[in-house]
C-alpha cells in the first residue's frame, strides 16, 4: 500500500483541504486549519515570547532562536507542510482561538500500512490553561482515528516536560516505554517517555466531547459554561493566501526552485554496498542483497522456534504465498532502485554460502539518528549463533559508519531467549507497546528494547 492510499475505505488520499472546527470550550471558540503565510507575524511573536516553555523540548539546530523564526523559514515550513498534506504523510493544523493564530498541532507520520502516526503540539502560553491544547489534541485524534482510520497514535514527550507529562493522560495517551537518548533537544539528546492511544482507547462519543464535558465540569462557574460540546458550523479556508511581502515572494519562488533542483539532501539517502564478517562466526556474511538469493529464499523453512523474528505460521502453503518468484523480484527491483532509502535498509545475511535470512533497519530518521532492527534467521540445525553474531554486526556497523545514535527492537513479550541475545549485546529493555505492527507487518503486543550509541561503546 503506498504512502497515498487510504488506510481503510472511504478516507481521504490527501489531507490538504482539512479543516476541524470550531468546537468551543468555556466560551473559547477553537478551528484546527492549515497554516498560512498570514500567520508568520503570531507564529513569531509567540514563540519568541515563550521561548523557555518551547526550546529545551524542540529539536537541536546551529541556528539561535530569533534566526529560527525568520519569515523565509515560515513559508518554506507552510510550503513543504502542504506538500505532505497533499501525499497524506502529515496533518500539520496552526490552532486558531477566537479567530487569532495560537499555536500548532501536527499528526504525522502517518502510515497507512500499519495504521500509526505520530503527534506533536505547542500552544500559546497566554491561552495554555484554558482547555486549549487538550481540545486540539482530541479533535486531532477523532480525525485520526475515525476518518482516516488509524488504529495507534504516539506522542514522545521529554522526560523533562512537566506539564506535558501531565497533561497526556488527561485527554487519554498511556505511557508504554522511557525510550532512553530519543531525540536531539534542547541542546542534547534526551529521554522520552512514548505515549500511546489505540482504538481500544475510543470513548463512545469521541475524545473531543469527553475532553470538553470533563474540562467544564471542572472549571465552569456556571455562567462561564457556554457550550455544550457540539461541533459549530464550519466556514472553510483553503490554501496558504497569497505572499505579500518580499521577503514571502522570495522565499516561495526560492522553494520551489530548489524542489525542481532536486537538492542532493532531498534525494533517498544512499550508501556504499555493505558487506559484514565476524571472526566469531567465520562463514556468515551480512550484505547488501542479490537477485541470486531469490531460490534459496524460498527453499528456506523456519526450523529453529527460538530464532530471532521467524514466522509463526511455517506451513508450506502460507509460506509459498509471499515468495513467490514474482513477489521476490518485484521487492528487488523496488529495493534496487533505491536500495537504501530514508525509511529502510534491507540486508542478507549469508552462512557458508548459503542464504540463511534477511537483516536490517526500518523506519530510519537519519534527522534524530534513530531506527529500528529486524532480524530474521534460519539458523539451522546445530548452529545457533546466526542471530547474535548478526546483531553484533548490525549494531557495529549502526554506530560506526552508519552514523546512528540509537537502535531499538520490538520482540514478543514470550521470545525468552531473544531477550537473553539482547541482553547479552547491551539492549535493555524499554516497554511494551500495544497494537503494533512489527517490520514484518503483524499485529500485536511487543516488548521494546534498545541501546544507545554512548551504551555501545562502554558495553563493547
Known amino acids: 500500500m503506498s504512502p497515498q492510499s487510504s488506510p481503510r475505505s472511504g478516507a481521504p488520499r490527501s489531507l490538504a483541504h482539512a479543516r476541524l472546527g470550531p468546537r468551543t470550550v468555556l466560551g473559547h471558540t477553537l478551528v484546527l ?44 515550513e507552510c510550503l513543504a507542510r502542504r506538500e505532505s498534506s497533499r501525499a497524506g504523510r502529515d496533518l500539520s493544523m496552526a490552532i486558531e482561538v477566537d479567530g487569532r493564530f495560537a499555536g500548532q498541532c501536527n499528526l504525522g507520520s502517518i502510515d497507512p500500512r500499519t495504521g500509526s502516526a505520530e503527534m506533536g503540539i505547542w500552544v500559546d502560553t497566554e491561552v495554555a490553561r484554558h482547555g486549549i491544547g487538550g481540545l486540539a489534541v482530541t479533535m486531532i485524534l477523532d480525525y485520526g482515528f475515525d476518518t482516516l482510520g488509524l488504529r495507534r497514535v504516539t506522542a514522545p514527550i521529554c522526560t523533562e516536560n512537566v506539564a506535558a507529562t501531565r497533561g497526556a493522560p488527561l485527554v487519554g495517551y498511556r505511557r508504554e516505554a522511557v525510550m532512553a537518548e530519543y531525540l536531539d533537544v534542547g541542546g542534547r539528546h534526551k529521554d522520552h517517555a512514548l505515549w500511546a492511544v489505540t482504538r481500544d482507547c475510543i ?40 505572499p505579500r511581502t518580499a521577503g514571502a515572494l522570495l522565499a516561495t519562488a526560492g522553494y520551489y526552485a530548489g524542489r525542481l533542483r532536486r537538492p542532493r539532501s532531498a534525494r533517498p539517502m544512499r550508501t556504499p554496498p555493505v558487506q559484514l564478517e565476524s571472526p566469531a562466526r567465520p562463514g556468515l556474511r551480512v550484505h547488501t542483497r542479490s537477485p541470486s538469493d531469490s531460490a534459496a529464499r524460498r527453499e528456506m523453512h523456519p526450523r529453529d522456534p527460538g530464532a530471532l523474528h521467524l514466522d509463526s505460521d511455517s506451513r508450506p502453503a502460507a509460506w509459498g504465498r509471499p515468495h513467490t518468484p514474482v513477489h521476490w523480484l518485484r521487492e528487488y527491483l523496488r529495493e534496487h532502485r533505491e536500495p537504501h532509502t530514508r525509511t529502510a535498509l534491507v540486508l542478507e ?58 537502535v531499538s527492537m520490538a520482540i514478543e513479550p514470550d521470545q525468552d531467549r531473544a531477550a537473553d541475545i539482547l541482553t547479552r549485546v547491551g539492549m535493555v529493555r524499554e516497554g511494551t507497546l500495544h497494537d503494533y505492527v512489527d517490520p514484518r507487518g503483524r499485529l500485536g503486543q511487543y516488548d521494546l528494547w534498545a541501546i544507545t550509541a554512548s551504551v555501545a561503546a562502554t558495553h563493547h
Request: glycine fraction near 10%; proline fraction near 8%.
Open 33 to 76: 486549519r492549515h497554516p498560512e503565510f498570514a500567520d508568520f507575524a503570531d507564529w513569531r511573536r509567540i514563540r519568541l515570547r515563550d521561548r523557555q516553555s518551547i526550546e529545551p523540548f524542540w529539536e537541536t539546530s546551529p541556528l539561535d532562536w530569533d534566526e529560527r523564526h525568520s519569515e523565509k523559514l515560515w513559508v518554506r
Open 203 to 242: 470513548p463512545p462519543n469521541g475524545f473531543a466531547t469527553r475532553w470538553i464535558g470533563r474540562y467544564e465540569d471542572e472549571h465552569s462557574t456556571g455562567s462561564a459554561r457556554t457550550s455544550s460540546g457540539v461541533p459549530q458550523p464550519n466556514t472553510p479556508r483553503h490554501g496558504l493566501g497569497v
Open 349 to 406: 545475511i549469508e552462512v557458508d554460502d548459503r542464504f540463511a535470512g534477511r537483516c536490517g533497519f526500518c523506519r530510519l530518521d537519519m534527522f534524530a539518528r534513530n531506527a529500528e532492527m529486524f532480524v530474521w534467521a534460519d539458523s539451522g540445525p546445530g548452529d545457533r549463533y546466526v542471530g547474535p553474531v548478526t546483531i553484533e554486526l548490525l549494531l557495529d556497523y549502526a554506530f560506526g559508519p552508519f552514523g546512528l545514535n540509537r
